[in-house]
């Protein structure tokens, strides 16, 4: 069977966090979507026997005596044993996947990454274009992560892309390089910048080969796919992991400020090469926080405070600036990638209950539940009026969004408590408050609880359901 896990709101949901959580079920974890754009440190207890255990979270704080890797392409499930693919939906940055493999092996672990052919590559001038592009946006910028993400799926788009197993045929590379390379210098120009390394055929040629060579020694390319479908038809539990969020997607994100890809369930589907009925037949399990974040521009009605170059003008709430501080402070609310300060807000049922549809979700984690402890009161955004009307989702138009005025539930907060404590002890054991407030987003959206996130590591999640046994 197979675990879908999303995003649903901004990216950085702890998304990672509970794949460590399930994943110790699953066989093969699978990235369908995106590339060293999405950041999630895993942990490594070094006192642990035979390679140690490990545990994913983007924000923790807490077990710095561990080994800390910032992983951005390696599935975190890689570095428990299991079988780590990066999909054809994919975008991978060979050097950055390398360099992660290597650190981890320096650290004596061995994983087992397999890369689908179909996977896209980034190639240095993506980043360069990445950076330009966004110069040239002015204020339309993205923020993006400036790691040639967008660019890389603008070739695949329009048919000129080197991917993965590309990199095993030399002729081929070269053939591929040499049509797309002088359509990048001609961009660079447009853009102003210059072209160096980062856009001369045969310096790239060279590179890339080389990188083609180690990974057919390595035996990483696989056709995907198929490859997956084996593993199912021989009973293995798959486990497909999103980055970013749904509200960073393409198709059903705040366009334009989005990344360049399908965070959603659908394509863990296209991404993955498995059909949607092998992943609508598994469970699709979405990953929200208590409260918002986000990093680059674009709308966020609920936003507490405002983060300079990143709050759209206008946006906002500057009076809530320290309650942001706090939330911030406590949940460490910078970007893992890029070390941004996240804008905060407060959490916003009409883009969960989007996020729900769009999904199908069929659980829900609330993580950072512990981040909000100490607050006398916690809202939560019910719904949202614009034009005089009162709607439950968002509006498809970006710039309605941004013009929607959220209509707010406020609900008694809930104090510090010795969260590792609850957690083993079970959902019961929550304080009273916050059980309240996650039964209300589960009925504003019909999505069950699966866990909460009391914590940034798994002895601080309280389990209530384990997709893989549901
Ligand atoms: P890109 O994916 O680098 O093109 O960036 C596009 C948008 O997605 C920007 O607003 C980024 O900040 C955001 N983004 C990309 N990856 C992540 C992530 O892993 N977490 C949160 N935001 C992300």
């Known amino acids: 069977m197979t675990v879908t896990i999303v995003g649903t709101q901004f990216g950085d949901e702890g998304k990672g966090g509970m794949v460590d959580v399930w994943s110790g079920t699953a066989d093969v974890v699978v990235r369908y979507q995106g590339g060293d754009n999405a950041g999630h440190t895993v942990v490594h207890d070094d006192a642990a026997a035979d390679g140690g255990t490990v545990s994913a979270s ?8 561990s080994t800390e890797y910032a992983l951005s392409l390696v599935p975190s499930g890689a570095v428990r044993g299991k079988t780590g693919v990066l999909g054809n ?32 590559v980034i190639l240095p001038y993506h980043r360069v274009l990445d950076g330009s592009e966004e110069e040239a946006k002015g204020e339309l910028a993205v923020g993006t992560t400036g790691n040639g ?41 447009v853009h102003g910048v210059e072209t160096g390394a980062a856009f001369a ?49 393409i198709d059903h994100g705040t366009y334009p400020y989005v990344t360049s890809s399908n965070p959603t369930a659908g394509g863990a589907t296209t991404g993955s090469g498995l059909g949607p009925g092998v992943v609508g037949e598994g469970e699709i399990v979405g990953i929200a926080k208590a409260y918002l974040s986000r990093v680059g521009t674009g709308p966020l009605p609920t936003e507490l405070g405002f983060v300079e170059g990143q709050t759209p003008a206008g946006g906002g709430d500057p009076d809530a600036g320290e309650l942001a501080d706090d939330i911030r402070e406590a949940g460490g609310e910078y970007g893992t990638v890029t070390g941004r ?36 009161t916690v809202r939560a955004a019910h719904s949202y009026e614009l034009d005089g009307a009162e709607r439950s989702t968002v509006p498809a138009a970006t710039e309605r969004w941004a013009a929607c005025e959220p209509q707010y539930r406020e609900f008694e907060g809930w104090s510090e408590a010795d969260w590792a404590a609850i957690a083993a002890e079970g959902y019961d054991a929550l304080p009273a408050n916050a059980r309240t407030y996650v039964e209300y987003v589960s009925e504003a959206i019909d999505v069950p609880v699966y866990a909460v996130g009391v914590g940034p590591d798994r002895a601080r999640t309280v389990i209530v359901e384990d997709p893989f046994e549901g």
């Open 341 to 376: 300060p996240r804008r905060i807000g407060w959490l916003d049922l009409p883009q969960l209950r989007h996020a729900a549809r769009v999904n199908g979700l069929t659980g829900i984690t609330l993580n950072h539940v512990d981040t909000l402890a100490g607050l006398d």
């Open 58 to 65: 983007a924000t923790d704080s807490s077990i710095q005596t």
């Open 149 to 189: 993400i967008g660019p890389a799926y603008e070739d695949k788009a329009a048919r000129r892309g080197v991917r993965i197993g590309d990199l095993l045929d030399p002729a081929v590379l070269r053939e591929r390089l040499e049509y797309v390379v002088p359509h990048k210098r001609a961009l660079a120009d």
């Open 201 to 249: 055929v045969e310096e790239l040629y060279e590179q890339y080969r080389r990188y083609g060579e180690r990974l057919a020694e390595d035996g990483m390319t696989v056709d995907a796919g198929a490859f997956l479908a084996d593993r199912l038809d021989a009973g293995e539990k798959l486990m497909l992991e999103g980055a970013q969020g749904t509200h960073l997607d």
């Open 89 to 120: 939906g994919c975008v991978v940055n060979p050097e950055t996947l390398f360099a992660e493999i290597d650190a981890l092996r320096d650290r004596g672990l061995d994983p087992d990454v397999r890369v689908a052919e179909r996977a896209h």
